[in-house]
């Protein structure tokens, strides 16, 4: 699985499966940080692969921090994390290779086309395998498995299924139809079938988080909140199984390059390294579009008023469109939860555990929101938040509807 030492990763753009790929440059690991060189197809056209860092240039460009896996963050968001890199543990092991033995190219070749937006790497060493099964129960008690530290008949599916997930739950990626058939697959899916993601329950979730997930998703909508297409798919206990589509898929076949906050301007994800004001900067630097500066401001009032406090700068990203301009990425990963010790990751004016109206308001005019805009998307917000009861009725949500009811309320009061 190791790449011949010295030997470059190509590096390229992926954006239409039915044509070729499109070189971006090569990448070489130098010392103790990887060397990116740009290809001269990318410089001539002076498409913005890295939204913020690394401008297109030639000659080598060293990562900047050592915090991606010695990689450059734009390109570290490629990499498995979380359940994903579980899995790819799991997965190596057994073919008697250990993933710390690996450098951030090696792993990047692993991932070859089966990463996330539209960045593929070759050479490929991604370990093959037959994904036969498709049984969402018998997958979820099997990553439950996985999770407490056993092996079961099904992780090498589970496994295949998961691709380059991120996040702590475990997810696979699976295909709809028009005509509601599912289709499974190593790798990308076949033609005609969209791109979703299916959650199953971490161990410290309540059996009801898919529900909560899909109630999260529907009051962010009513928010005004941009977010892909969601459902609940049944389960033969509980509410079911959380599903949402790929953005970063937008259509059977074609992929969009998508860089995260993190990767962006290379904020660490595993602790609070920016605030919402650094967001909202960094929304303002790459996108340079005011409607994607509201959406990232209304996300936040969001956050807070509907306590998501998991909102780490690899819970936002960007995605480049056919015309070459960065816009933000639809909101994902909204749902009920704390962040590191009770507070948000992102802070709000300094507070992370009791943000304010006050708070609010004051980034809001820093950022040019007059405080009629301020108003409204507050009451936006809010009345989407005062449908919790509805959609839990309608879900199903019973073990943690008194749970949120109440914290909802508490934080509704502490806003002001």
């Avoid at 990553?143 to 992780?155: H, K, M, P, Q, V």
């Avoid at 997930?165 to 475990?170: E, F, Q, W, Y």
């Avoid at 798919?233 to 970063?248: E, I, M, S």
Wanted: hydrophobic share 40%.
């Amino acid at each position: 699985m190791k790449l011949t030492p010295g030997a470059p990763l190509q590096i390229g753009l992926w954006p239409n499966e039915a044509e070729a790929v499109q070189p971006v440059g090569r990448l070489a690991l130098a010392g103790r940080r990887a060397q990116l060189e740009w290809s001269p197809k990318i410089v001539a056209r002076g498409r913005p692969i890295a939204p913020a860092l690394y401008p297109l240039e030639p000659g080598l460009h060293e990562a900047r921090t050592a915090d991606f896996d010695s990689l450059h963050g734009f390109l570290a968001d490629s990499l498995p994390e979380g359940w994903g890199a579980l899995v790819m543990k799991r997965r190596l092991a057994k073919l008697g290779v250990r993933w710390d033995d690996l450098t951030g190219i090696d792993r990047l070749a692993l991932v070859g086309r089966q990463g996330r937006g539209a960045l593929v790497y070759e050479p490929a060493t991604t370990p093959a395998e037959d994904v036969q099964t498709l049984d969402l129960d018998e997958l979820a008690a099997e990553a439950r498995s996985i999770l407490l530290g056993d092996e079961g008949r099904l992780a090498e599916t589970l496994a295949a299924l998961a691709g380059a997930s991120g996040g702590a739950r475990p997810k696979i990626h699976i295909g709809f139809s028009p005509s509601g058939e599912i289709c499974v697959a190593e790798g990308e899916l076949a033609a005609g079938f969209e791109s979703w993601i299916v959650k199953f329950r971490a161990l410290t979730d309540p059996v009801d988080i898919g529900a909560v997930e899909e109630a999260y998703a529907r009051m962010a909508r009513s928010a005004g909140i941009i977010m892909a297409s969601s459902r609940l798919l049944p389960a033969k206990d509980g509410p079911g199984y959380f599903a949402t589509q790929r953005f970063d898929r937008p259509k059977p076949g074609r992929r969009l390059h998508m860089v995260s906050l993190a990767g962006a301007v290379e904020a660490p994800s595993h602790m609070p390294s920016i605030d919402y004001d650094g967001f909202l900067r960094a929304v303002h630097g790459i996108t340079r579009h005011a409607g994607d500066l509201e959406q990232a401001f209304r996300r936040m009032l969001f956050n807070i008023l509907a306590y998501n406090r998991d909102d780490h700068t690899r819970q936002h990203a960007f995605l480049l469109d056919a015309d070459d301009q960065w816009h933000l990425a639809p909101a994902y990963d909204l749902t009920f939860s704390s962040g590191p010790g009770g507070e948000h990751y992102l802070a709000i004016e300094g507070e992370g555990r009791v943000p304010t109206r006050a708070h609010a308001l004051r980034l809001a005019k820093r950022h040019g929101f007059s405080e009629t805009q301020m108003s409204q998307m507050i009451d936006a917000v809010c009345g989407s938040i005062a449908e919790w009861p509805r959609h839990a009725e309608e879900l199903g949500i019973s073990v943690s509807r008194d749970e949120i009811t109440e914290r909802l309320r508490y934080i509704d009061k502490a806003f002001g």
